[in-house]
C-alpha cells in the first residue's frame, strides 16, 4: 500500500478533470463526484496510515549503510531507487506522481549516518523513553524520471514516512467533512460545480504536496495550493471586494514565493545539484553541507512560511481570505493549506535545526516570528466584529504557536498542535458557517448574531468543544497540544534558552481565551440582533450538524494521541503514551538527531500556569460581557486606550503600507515614470533616429539619386497594388530606400573590420 | 520512408509553404474558401512533415545534426545549402509547424480587414518558408536569408491589416530589425574572412558547424568582442532585449490577430535561438566576457517590461509588454551559458509561443467581441463569454509561470541556473540577477492578475451591459485546444522538450568550456 500512494492524489486530480468535464450534467452539479473520490480517499489513507504503523511496529530489515553511502555518495545521480527514463508518450506521468512505469525502491534513510549521529544520542539528557532506542524506519519512496537536464535526471514521486501519513489522513478526512457540509452550505450557488472542481483540485493539489519526495514538486504543490486559494477566494469574483482579496492572497504569497524559489536553489545546489528531500536533509544532519548555507536557505524559506501560513507580517492576506466561502475558509484556510509552511519547515526540519541553530538556545527567526505572530495575531482578534475574521486571526495566532514549537526545537509539539489545531479550528468555522447560514448570510456576530445557544443547539455545543480546545481547556485536544508547545519552550535549547517564547505563548493563552470568549458571548449569548432578531434562525440539516458533529467528537479526544509518559501521567501504559510522537516522527537519518535535538517533557506547573491563564482569559472577558463589569468605554475616555484601539483596527497599519504605499506606488507612479522613460527617451530615441534618417533621406533622394529610387518606388509600388489595397506607394519605397542603404553601409561597415582585423 | 526524410525531409518542410503559395497566387482572388483549405493543406502538410521528423528523429543522440544535407549553393563565396536538426532546433521547428495551421483555422472566419484572404494567406505561408528555413540552416548565410524572409511578410501584414497606427509599426518593426540584421551580417562577413583552420589557412566558410568547431581561435579578443556585438545587434532586437524593444509593442499592438501570435510564437524566438545556434557556440570567449551585460539587460528586461505591463491601458499592448519580461528570463538563461540555463532558455522560448501565442488569440477575440482592448471598458468577460474567461484566467497562469503549466518549466530553471552560472562568470553578480528575477516573478503575478481582475471578473461596463456575446466558435476551439493541451502536457511533463534539448545543449556547453 505504501507503495502506492500516489493513487491518493491521482484520484480527485481525476476527480477535477470529471467535474469540469461533465458535472454540470449530473443531477448533484457534479459533487457527488467528488464525494466519492474522497470517501475513497480516505479510505486509503486511513490505509496508508495503518500501513505506515505496522512498518514502525516492525521495521523492515535493510542494509542500510549501502543504501546510506549510496545516497551520499551520488553526485550526478538521484539518490533513489528511479533507474529508468520514462518514454516520452507518458505525458501522465508528471505532476501527478504516478505513471505507468515506476522505478520503485525503498528510500535510503536509515540511521547511522556519517556523522555518526547514533540512534541512542537523540535521547540523551531529559528526553523520553520511546523513541530513542527504537530501531530505524526508513521512509517508503517511490519515483519516476520527471525530466532531465544537465545530463542529470530529476524524479517526481512520492515518500511515505510517519509525517506525510499523518498529514493524509487529516487532509482527506477533514475535506471529506467538508465536501460533505458543502453540500448544503452552497447549495443552489451561481457556480456549485466549479466549486467542487476547484475542491477536488485542492485537495489533489495538496495531497500530492505532502506526498512529496523533492523539493521542486513541493514547490509545484505549493504555487497548485495558491492556485485554488484564489480561486476559491475569489470564488464570488461578481464583487470587487472578493477578487481582490484574491488577488491579495495570490499576490502575498507570491512575495513570500521569492524566499521559496531561492531557498530551494540554494538547498540544491548545497546538497550538490539534488532536489531530493531525503538527501538534502541527511545531508544537512551530518554536517556536509556548510553551515552559512543552510542560515540563507531556512532564512529565505521562513519568507515562505511567512506568507503561506500567515505569520506577522505578511499575514495580511489571511482575513481577507475569508471573502471565500466558509467550508473554503475551513478547508483551506484553516486547517490544511495555511499549515503547508509548517509541514515544509517539518519536512526539511535537519535544514532549519543546523541552519537556526536551534538546539543551541540560539534565539532564532523562527522562534521569533512565530512568538510575535502568536500575540500580535491574538490580539487583533479582539477587535474584529465578523466572526470568521476572529477565527482568521486566531489561526494566525496558532500558526503562530505552531512556528515557534519548530523555533525552539519541539517539532512533535508543532505538528500535534497542527493536528488538534486543523480539527477544532475546522470544527470551529464550519460552525461559524452554519451560524451564517442560519442568519442571513451575516458573519457579523456584533450585528446579526446573539443568543444563538437555545435555537441551534448542535451548533452551539460543537462550537464550544472547538472553543474550549481553542483555549486549552483539559482535557480537551488543544490543551495536550499547547502544552507540549510550551514544554518544548521551556524545556528545550539548551539551559531553557526559550523562556522568553514559553512567556509570549502563556500570554497568547489568555488572549485566546478572551477573544474567544467574546465571541461566544457575541454568538451565542444575550439577546438575538439583527438578522437573528427577525428571523428566528433554526439549526441546520444533517449534511452541516453531522461534520460539526464528527469534528467535534475528534477534538473531544485527539489530545490523547500524544500522552505525556511522565510526572502525573506515568501511570500511562507505553502503549498507549506518545503514540503520535511514536509514529509520526521519523525514525531515520534524514531526521535530525543529536546536536541538542530532545524531546519536551511534561512539566505540572507550566501545565497549571497556562491553563489558568486561560481561565483567567475566560473569567475576565465573562466578567467583561455577561456581568457588565470593567472600564467600559475606557476607549472613548482614554486617549492611551484609543490609540491602542486604533493601531489594533488598523491592523497595525501593515494593510496601508503595502496596499496603498508600495502596490500603490508600483502600480501608479513607478509604473508609469518607466513607461514614460519607454516612450520619450527609449522610444525617442529610435524616433529620432528614424527622423533624421528620413531627413537624410530626402537629402540623397532631392539632391543626388532621385533617379534611381523612382525606379525603385514605381516597381515596388507596382507589386503592392496587387497584394494589398492601402499600402502607400512612399511607405514601400522608403523600405526600399534603407534596406539599400543599410546593405551599403554593413558592406563598408564589414570591409573596415576585416582590415582592423587584419593588423 | 527514413531515407526519403533523410534526403527532403528539412527541404521538404521548409519550401512547402512557398509552393503552396505559388499556387495560391494562381488561383483566383474570388474563390476565397479555395484559398483557405489551399493554405491549411499547405500548412498540415508542413505539420505532417515535421511529425514524420520527430517519429523519426534519434533521441538518443540529440546532438548529432539529423536529416542533414550539404549541397553547393552560391559557391563563389562558399556558402552552402546547409540543413540539418538536433536537439535545439527540434522543439523550435515543431513549435512553428504547430502554430501555423492553427493560425490558419483561426482566420477561417475573421479575416482582418481589408480582407483579401488571399494576399494574407499567402503571406503567412511565406512566412512560415522564413521562419521553418531559420531553424533549420546551418550556413550563416542561408540563415540570414531566412531571418530576412521572415520581415517582408510580417511587414506587410502588419502594415496592411494592422490597427489604426498600422504604418508607423510595421516601417519601425522593419527599419529596427534591418538595422539590426545589417550589423549582424558584418558579423558574418567578417567570421568568414577571420576564420582560420588549424594550420592558419582561412577557412572561407559560412557553415555553423565548422565555425562552432574553429569558435574564434587565434582572433583578437576585442575583434571576438566586436563580431559578438554585431551577432547580439541582430538577435538581440529580434529577442527583443531591453532596451531595443520598442518595436515590439508598436509591432504587436497594430499587428491584425494572427500576426501578433506568430510574431509572439515564433519571430520573437529567431533571435534567441540565434544566440543559442550561432553567437555562444561560435564566439564563446567573447560570449563569457558579453554573458554578464547580456545578464543584466534580461533582468532589467524582467522588472521594467513588467513596470510598463503595469502602465498599460491597453490589453494587447499589455501583453506585448509582457513579452519583453518572459524574454527577459530566456535571456537570462542563455547568460548563465549553463547546460541548465540554457536547457530552460529553449523551454521558456516554447512555452512563451504557446502561452503569449494563446493570450494574443484571446486578445484578438475579445476585440472582436467589443471593439475595444481598452482595459477601463471592459469587465465580467466570464459572465458574458464564460469560456473566454475561464482561458483567459488559464493562460495568466499559464503566463505567471504557474508550475504544472508549461510558463514554469522556462522560469525557474532559467533562475536556478542564475544561482551558480558558467565557470568564469561573476557568481555574485549573477545571484544577484537571480534574486531580481525571482521578483520579477512577483510583478508577472500581479499585472497578469490586475489584467484578469479588470477584465474578466466583475460584471460588464455600462456599455456593454446586456449586450449579447457570442462565446467561443467553433474555428475558436479548433484553434486552441491542442495550445491548451499542449501547455498542460508540458507542464505536467516537461521531459517531453527537456530530454530533446538536453543531449544537444550538454554538447554545446561543454564546448565552451574548451
Not at chain 1, 461559524?432 to 446573539?450: I, L, N, V
Not at chain 2, 524582467?302 to 499589455?318: F, N, V
Request: with cysteine; net charge positive.
Amino acid at each position: 500500500m505504501l507503495t502506492y500512494a500516489w493513487i491518493i492524489p491521482a484520484l480527485p486530480a481525476l476527480s477535477f478533470v470529471l467535474i469540469l468535464a461533465v458535472g454540470k450534467r449530473l443531477p448533484k452539479g457534479g459533487s457527488e463526484i467528488g464525494l466519492a473520490t474522497l470517501a475513497v480517499c480516505f479510505v486509503l489513507a486511513v490505509g496508508v496510515g495503518v500501513g505506515w504503523v505496522q512498518r514502525v511496529n516492525s521495521p523492515p530489515k535493510v542494509d542500510e549503510a549501502a543504501l546510506t553511502a549510496r545516497s551520499l555518495a551520488g553526485q550526478e545521480t538521484t539518490p533513489s531507487g528511479e533507474r529508468r527514463v520514462a518514454p516520452a508518450g507518458e505525458a501522465g506521468a508528471g505532476a501527478l506522481p504516478g505513471g505507468a512505469r515506476t522505478g520503485e525502491g525503498a528510500a535510503p534513510g536509515g540511521e547511522g549516518s556519517p556523522a555518526g549521529a547514533g540512534a541512542g544520542e537523540g535521547g540523551a539528557g531529559q528526553g523520553e523513553a520511546g523513541t530513542a532506542e527504537a530501531a530505524p524506519v526508513p521512509a517508503v519512496v517511490r519515483t519516476v524520471t520527471w525530466f532531465q537536464s544537465g545530463g542529470v535526471r530529476f524524479t517526481a514521486g512520492t515518500m511515505v514516512d510517519g509525517l506525510s501519513a499523518m498529514m493524509l489522513v487529516l487532509v482527506s478526512l477533514i475535506s471529506l467533512l467538508v465536501h460533505v457540509y458543502s453540500t448544503d452550505y452552497v447549495a443552489g450557488d451561481r457556480r456549485y460545480t466549479h466549486y467542487f472542481a476547484f475542491l477536488s483540485l485542492f485537495t489533489a493539489s495538496m495531497l500530492m504536496f505532502v506526498l512529496t519526495q523533492s523539493t521542486l514538486q513541493l514547490i509545484v504543490g505549493w504555487e497548485l495550493v495558491g492556485l485554488c486559494s484564489f480561486a476559491l477566494i475569489g470564488h464570488w469574483w461578481e464583487e470587487k471586494p472578493n477578487s481582490n482579496a484574491a488577488l491579495k492572497a495570490f499576490i502575498t504569497n507570491r512575495v513570500g514565493d521569492i524566499g521559496l524559489i531561492v531557498g530551494m536553489i540554494v538547498l540544491y545546489f548545497a546538497a550538490g545539484r539534488s532536489f531530493d528531500i531525503i538527501r538534502i536533509n541527511s545531508m544537512a544532519n551530518a554536517g556536509q553541507i556548510r553551515h552559512l548555507l543552510l542560515l540563507v536557505a531556512s532564512v529565505s524559506l521562513i519568507a515562505a512560511v511567512m506568507s503561506k501560513s500567515g505569520q506577522f507580517i505578511l499575514h495580511t492576506w489571511l482575513p481577507d481570505a475569508m471573502a471565500g466561502p466558509t467550508p473554503v475558509s475551513a478547508l483551506i484556510h484553516a486547517a490544511t493549506m495555511v499549515v503547508a509552511g509548517i509541514y515544509m519547515v517539518a519536512r526539511l526540519y535537519p535544514v532549519f535545526f543546523r541552519g537556526l541553530s536551534i538546539g543551541t538556545a540560539n534565539i532564532n527567526l523562527l522562534a521569533v516570528v512565530g512568538a510575535v505572530t502568536l500575540v500580535f495575531g491574538a490580539l487583533l482578534a479582539f477587535v474584529q466584529s465578523d466572526i470568521k475574521k476572529v477565527l482568521a486571526y486566531s489561526t494566525v495566532s496558532q500558526l503562530g504557536y505552531m512556528v515557534m514549537a519548530l523555533g525552539v526545537g519541539g517539532w512533535t509539539a508543532a505538528l500535534f498542535h497542527l493536528v488538534t489545531h486543523a480539527f477544532f479550528k475546522a470544527c470551529l468555522f464550519l460552525g461559524a458557517g452554519s451560524m451564517s447560514h442560519a442568519c442571513h448570510h451575516s458573519f457579523d456576530m456584533k450585528k446579526d448574531y446573539g443568543g444563538l445557544r437555545r435555537r441551534m443547539p448542535i451548533t452551539f455545543w460543537t462550537f464550544m468543544i472547538g472553543t474550549g480546545a481553542l483555549v486549552a481547556i483539559p482535557p480537551l485536544s488543544g490543551f495536550w497540544s499547547k502544552d507540549e508547545i510550551l514544554a518544548s519552550a521551556n524545556g528545550l535549547g539548551g539551559p531553557g534558552g526559550y523562556k522568553i517564547m514559553l512567556v509570549m505563548g502563556i500570554i497568547g493563552a489568555f488572549c485566546t481565551a478572551g477573544y474567544m470568549t467574546r465571541a461566544v458571548w457575541y454568538c451565542f449569548f444575550g439577546e438575538p440582533r439583527g438578522a437573528a432578531a427577525e428571523h428566528p434562525p433554526r439549526e441546520n440539516g444533517p449534511r452541516i450538524t453531522v461534520p460539526l458533529m464528527v469534528l467535534a467528537g475528534i477534538t473531544l479526544v485527539i489530545g490523547f494521541v500524544n500522552v505525556p509518559t511522565n510526572g502525573w501521567f506515568s501511570w500511562v501504559p507505553d502503549g498507549w503514551a506518545l503514540r503520535f510522537e511514536n509514529y509520526v516522527q521519523p525514525r531515520a537519518a534524514y531526521f535530525v538527531s543529536g546536536g541538542g535535538f530532545r524531546q519536551p517533557v511534561f512539566t505540572p506547573w507550566i501545565a497549571v500556569v497556562s491553563t489558568g491563564a486561560g481561565l483567567l482569559g475566560v473569567l475576565l472577558a465573562y466578567l467583561w460581557f455577561w456581568r457588565g463589569l470593567g472600564p467600559h468605554g475606557i476607549t472613548a475616555r482614554n486617549r492611551v486606550a484609543r490609540a491602542g484601539y486604533r493601531v489594533l483596527e488598523s491592523r497595525y497599519g501593515l494593510d496601508v503600507l503595502y496596499t496603498d504605499w508600495i502596490v500603490g506606488s508600483i502600480k501608479g507612479p513607478i509604473a508609469r515614470a518607466a513607461y514614460w522613460v519607454n516612450q520619450k527617451v527609449l522610444d525617442g530615441v529610435v524616433n529620432g533616429a528614424g527622423r533624421e534618417a528620413v531627413k537624410a533621406g530626402h537629402f540623397v533622394y532631392d539632391r543626388i539619386d532621385q533617379g534611381v529610387v523612382d525606379t525603385i518606388v514605381n516597381g515596388s509600388g507596382a507589386t503592392a497594388e496587387g497584394s494589398g489595397q492601402i499600402l502607400r506607394k512612399q511607405q514601400t519605397g522608403r523600405v526600399q530606400t534603407y534596406g539599400a542603404y543599410l546593405f551599403a553601409g554593413a558592406t563598408v561597415l564589414a570591409a573596415i573590420f576585416v582590415i582592423l582585423a587584419a593588423n | 520512408m527514413k531515407d526519403l526524410l533523410n534526403g527532403w525531409g528539412l527541404t521538404a518542410a521548409t519550401f512547402l509553404p512557398l509552393v503552396g503559395a505559388v499556387v495560391m497566387m494562381l488561383l483566383p482572388k474570388a474563390d476565397e474558401a479555395l484559398h483557405k483549405v489551399v493554405a491549411l493543406l499547405t500548412s498540415s502538410a508542413v505539420f505532417a512533415v515535421v511529425v514524420a521528423l520527430l517519429a523519426n528523429f534519434d533521441y538518443d543522440r540529440t546532438r548529432v545534426l539529423q536529416f542533414g544535407q550539404n549541397r553547393s549553393w552560391i559557391s563563389v563565396i562558399n556558402s552552402r545549402y546547409i540543413v540539418g536538426i538536433d536537439g535545439i532546433s527540434l522543439p523550435l521547428l515543431a513549435l512553428t509547424a504547430f502554430i501555423v495551421p492553427l493560425v490558419i483555422i483561426y482566420s477561417w472566419d475573421h479575416f482582418p480587414e481589408p480582407h483579401n484572404p488571399k494576399a494574407f494567406l499567402i503571406l503567412t505561408l511565406v512566412l512560415e518558408t522564413g521562419m521553418v528555413g531559420t531553424f533549420v540552416a546551418q550556413d550563416l548565410i542561408l540563415f540570414f536569408v531566412f531571418f530576412e524572409l521572415v520581415l517582408l511578410p510580417m511587414y506587410f501584414m502588419i502594415g496592411v491589416w494592422g490597427g489604426e497606427q498600422r504604418q508607423y509599426a510595421s516601417i519601425k518593426f522593419f527599419l529596427y530589425t534591418a538595422f539590426g540584421s545589417a550589423l549582424m551580417i558584418v558579423a558574418f562577413l567578417s567570421l568568414y574572412f577571420l576564420a582560420k583552420g588549424p594550420g592558419g589557412a582561412p577557412l572561407h566558410t559560412f557553415s555553423m558547424i565548422e565555425l562552432s568547431r574553429w569558435q574564434g581561435a587565434g582572433l583578437a579578443r576585442v575583434t571576438g568582442l566586436v563580431i559578438f556585438g554585431g551577432m547580439f545587434a541582430g538577435f538581440g532586437i529580434k529577442v527583443p532585449m531591453f532596451p531595443f524593444h520598442t518595436w515590439l509593442p508598436d509591432a504587436h499592438t497594430q499587428a491584425p490577430t494572427q500576426g501578433s501570435v506568430i510574431l509572439a510564437a515564433v519571430l520573437l524566438k529567431l533571435g534567441t535561438y540565434g544566440f543559442v545556434r550561432i553567437a555562444i557556440p561560435i564566439l564563446p570567449a567573447a560570449a563569457r566576457e558579453w554573458a554578464p551585460w547580456i545578464g543584466l539587460l534580461a533582468v532589467i528586461g524582467i522588472i521594467y517590461g513588467a513596470l510598463g505591463c503595469l502602465a498599460q491601458t491597453d490589453m494587447k499592448r499589455m501583453i506585448a509588454f509582457s513579452s519583453v519580461a518572459h524574454m527577459g528570463f530566456v535571456m537570462l538563461g542563455i547568460a548563465t551559458l549553463t547546460s541548465f540555463g540554457i536547457n530552460a532558455a529553449i523551454f521558456g522560448m516554447v512555452a512563451h509561443g504557446l502561452i503569449t501565442g494563446m493570450l494574443f488569440f484571446i486578445a484578438g477575440s475579445v476585440k472582436e467581441r467589443y471593439h475595444t482592448l481598452e482595459i477601463r471598458r471592459l469587465g465580467g468577460l466570464l459572465l458574458q463569454a464564460p469560456r473566454m474567461g475561464w482561458l483567459l484566467g488559464f493562460s495568466a497562469m499559464a503566463s505567471l509561470g504557474l508550475p504544472g503549466l508549461a510558463g514554469f518549466w522556462g522560469e525557474f530553471p532559467a533562475i536556478l541556473a542564475a544561482y551558480q552560472p558558467a565557470a568564469g562568470l561573476n557568481q555574485n553578480v549573477f545571484r544577484v540577477y537571480m534574486v531580481v528575477a525571482a521578483l520579477g516573478t512577483v510583478f508577472a503575478a500581479g499585472y497578469l492578475l490586475w489584467l484578469l481582475q479588470r477584465v474578466a471578473f466583475g460584471v460588464p461596463t455600462e456599455e456593454f451591459v446586456g449586450e449579447h456575446v457570442h462565446d467561443m466558435h467553433l474555428t475558436d476551439y479548433l484553434a486552441w485546444a491542442p495550445m491548451i493541451a499542449l501547455i498542460v502536457v508540458l507542464g505536467v511533463y516537461p521531459n517531453l522538450i527537456f530530454r530533446i534539448t538536453d543531449g544537444a545543449v550538454v554538447q554545446s556547453v561543454t564546448a565552451l568550456g574548451r
